[in-house]
C-alpha cells in the first residue's frame, strides 16, 4: 500500500471512530436533556395542579371554570392531561396542541432517547359532589424532535470539520508526498551512479535537512569515485612502471650477464684458454645476478615476509633504507606477536611502513623517523596499530595524494581506521589500525 493510501485509511478510520463516539456522545446528551426538560415541566405541571386544587378546595368554582382551568394547563408542553368523570369517560377539553414536524427522528433514536413512563392521577370533588379524575403522563415527543434536529445539526457539522480537516491533511500530504518523489528521484540517480544530480532546497525542514545530507552523500561519493579512478591510473601507471623497469633489467643485466656467459663459456672451449680466470668471472656475473633477482623479489613480494616473519622483514626494509640514507634516522619499534598475523594483514602493514619511508625519503626533508607496530585491545577487540612519524617540513601536502590514498584504501578495504596529520614544520603522523587477524595453521 502506498503512503497516501495509508494515511488516508488512517484517516478514514480515525473519522469513523470520531463520529461514533460523537454520536454516542451526542444521543448521551440527548437522553439527558429530554430527561431534565421533562421532569422539570412535569414537577411544574404537578406543583400548578395542586395549587389550583388547594385554591378549588377553598372557593366556590363552577365545573366550567374548573374545566377551562384544566384546559389551559393541557397546553403546558410535554405533557398529555386526560380528565375523566365519574364513569371513567374522558372530558373534552381545549383543542390539543399540534407540534409541527419538519423530519420526524427515526424509530432508533427515539429509543435510545426515550425516558421512563411518568404518570401522576389525582381525584377531584367538585362543588356538586361529582368526583373527577385528572391523569397526567410525561410527553416526550417534542423535545426529542427538538434533540434530533440538534443532533443532526451537531452531527454534520462535525461530519464538515472532519471533511475539511481530511482535505487539509491531504493537501499537506500531497506536497509532502511530491518532496517524497524528489527524494526518491535523487537516490535513484544516485544509485545508477549519477553523482552530479543535487536535490534542491524543501520548504519542511525535515525534508530539506534530508535533501542536504543526501546531496553531502553524493558529494563524498562523487569524491570518493574520482580518487579511486585517480588511484586505478595511478596504480597502472605504477605497474607499466615497474615493468618497464623489471624489463629493462632483465635486458641490461640478465640479457648482459648471459650473453658474457655464453661468450666466457665459447673462450673456456678453447685450449689455451685461462679457464681459472673465466670461471672467477663467470662467479662474478652470478653473484651479480643473483643481487637482481633478489632485488627485483622484494619488489614483487618480500619473500621473508614468510620465511622469517614480519619482525624480521621490516627489521631487514629499515637497514635497507639506513643503508640508501645514512643521514636519517629510523627507529623501529615492533611487538613480537606481530609475527602471528595473517598474511593478508601482514603484507598491508609491510606495504604502509614502506610507502611511509618512501614518502618522508622523498618529501618530508627530516632527520628522525619512528615507526610502531604494535598489538592494542580496544573495546575488548584485538587491533594492530601502525604509527609512523617524522620531523620534517609537514604541511606540504593534504593527505590526498596517491601513496595516501593508497594506504588509506588498504586500511579500509581491511575495516580499519586511517588517520593523517600534518602540521608545517612539525612533521607528519600516519597512524593506521586493523583487525589483528591470526595466521591459520594446518594440522
Known amino acids: 500500500m502506498s503512503l497516501r493510501g495509508l494515511i488516508n485509511l488512517r484517516i478514514v478510520i480515525s473519522v469513523l471512530i470520531i463520529i461514533v463516539l460523537g454520536a454516542t456522545l451526542a444521543i448521551w446528551q440527548a437522553r439527558e436533556s429530554v430527561r431534565e426538560e421533562i421532569t422539570s415541566s412535569y414537577n411544574l405541571a404537578l406543583q400548578m395542579i395542586e395549587f389550583g386544587l388547594s385554591q378549588f378546595?377553598?372557593?366556590?368554582?363552577?365545573?366550567?371554570?374548573w374545566l377551562e382551568q384544566i384546559g389551559q394547563l393541557r397546553e403546558t408542553r410535554h405533557l398529555q392531561i386526560v380528565l375523566f368523570d365519574q364513569a371513567g369517560h374522558e372530558i373534552t377539553l381545549s383543542p390539543e396542541k399540534n407540534v409541527l414536524i419538519d423530519e420526524a427522528p427515526p424509530q432508533w433514536f427515539i429509543n435510545a432517547v426515550m425516558m421512563d413512563d411518568i404518570s401522576s392521577a389525582y381525584e377531584i370533588k367538585l362543588p356538586n359532589d361529582a368526583?373527577?379524575?385528572?391523569?397526567?403522563?410525561?410527553?416526550?415527543?417534542?423535545?426529542?424532535?427538538e434533540a434530533w434536529r440538534e443532533s443532526l445539526v451537531y452531527f454534520w457539522s462535525i461530519v464538515l470539520m472532519l471533511g475539511i480537516i481530511f482535505l487539509a491533511i491531504n493537501v499537506v500530504f500531497h506536497s509532502m508526498l511530491r518532496a517524497v518523489k524528489t527524494i526518491l528521484s535523487g537516490l535513484k540517480s544516485v544509485e545508477s551512479g549519477n553523482y552530479e544530480k543535487r536535490l534542491p532546497r524543501f520548504r519542511i525542514s525535515e525534508f530539506d535537512a534530508i535533501?542536504?545530507?543526501?546531496?553531502?552523500?553524493?558529494?563524498?561519493?562523487?569524491?570518493?569515485?574520482?580518487?579511486?579512478?585517480?588511484?586505478?591510473?595511478?596504480?597502472?601507471?605504477?605497474?607499466?612502471?615497474?615493468?618497464?623497469?623489471?624489463?629493462?633489467?632483465?635486458?641490461?643485466?640478465?640479457?648482459?650477464?648471459?650473453?658474457?656467459?655464453?661468450?666466457?663459456?665459447?673462450?673456456?672451449?678453447?685450449?689455451?684458454?685461462?679457464?681459472?680466470?673465466?670461471?672467477d668471472s663467470i662467479i662474478d656475473i652470478c653473484n651479480h645476478l643473483s643481487g637482481v633477482v633478489r632485488s627485483m623479489m622484494k619488489t614483487l613480494h618480500p619473500l621473508s615476509l614468510s620465511d622469517l616473519g614480519l619482525v624480521a622483514t621490516l627489521t631487514d626494509l629499515v637497514d635497507e633504507w639506513k643503508r640508501r640514507q645514512p643521514s636519517l634516522d629510523i627507529y623501529l619499534n615492533?611487538?613480537?606477536?606481530?609475527?602471528?598475523?595473517?598474511?593478508?594483514?601482514?603484507?598491508?602493514?609491510?606495504?604502509?611502513?614502506?610507502?611511509?619511508?618512501?614518502?618522508?625519503?622523498?618529501?618530508?626533508?627530516?632527520?628522525?623517523?619512528?615507526?610502531?607496530?604494535?598489538?592494542?585491545?580496544?573495546?575488548?577487540k584485538?587491533?594492530?596499530?601502525?604509527?609512523?612519524?617524522?620531523?620534517?617540513?609537514?604541511?606540504?601536502?593534504?593527505?590526498?595524494?596517491?601513496?595516501?590514498?593508497?594506504?588509506?584504501?588498504?586500511?579500509?578495504?581491511?575495516?580499519?581506521?586511517?588517520?593523517?596529520?600534518?602540521?608545517?614544520?612539525?612533521?607528519?603522523?600516519?597512524?593506521?589500525?586493523?583487525?589483528?587477524?591470526?595466521?591459520?595453521y594446518d594440522r
Open 211 to 279: 535533501a542536504a545530507e543526501i546531496n553531502n552523500l553524493t558529494s563524498a561519493l562523487n569524491t570518493a569515485r574520482q580518487n579511486n579512478q585517480a588511484l586505478a591510473r595511478h596504480t597502472m601507471h605504477i605497474q607499466e612502471n615497474e615493468r618497464r623497469h623489471m624489463s629493462r633489467e632483465l635486458h641490461d643485466e640478465m640479457g648482459q650477464s648471459l650473453t658474457a656467459v655464453k661468450a666466457m663459456a665459447v673462450v673456456a672451449k678453447q685450449s689455451d684458454s685461462k679457464v681459472q680466470n673465466i670461471a
Open 334 to 380: 615492533c611487538d613480537k606477536r606481530i609475527d602471528d598475523l595473517d598474511d593478508e594483514v601482514a603484507i598491508h602493514v609491510y606495504r604502509i611502513v614502506q610507502e611511509c619511508l618512501t614518502n618522508i625519503v622523498r618529501h618530508a626533508d627530516a632527520n628522525l623517523a619512528n615507526i610502531s607496530v604494535r598489538e592494542s585491545l580496544i573495546a575488548e
Open 57 to 65: 378546595t377553598r372557593d366556590e368554582h363552577t365545573e366550567n371554570e
Open 131 to 145: 368526583i373527577q379524575r385528572i391523569v397526567i403522563n410525561a410527553d416526550p415527543m417534542d423535545e426529542i424532535y
Open 382 to 440: 584485538k587491533w594492530i596499530i601502525i604509527k609512523v612519524s617524522d620531523d620534517g617540513v609537514g604541511g606540504s601536502t593534504s593527505g590526498e595524494g596517491f601513496g595516501i590514498l593508497a594506504m588509506r584504501e588498504r586500511v579500509e578495504s581491511m575495516g580499519g581506521l586511517f588517520i593523517f596529520e600534518s602540521s608545517k614544520n612539525d612533521g607528519v603522523t600516519v597512524t593506521a589500525r586493523m583487525p589483528f587477524l591470526e595466521k591459520s
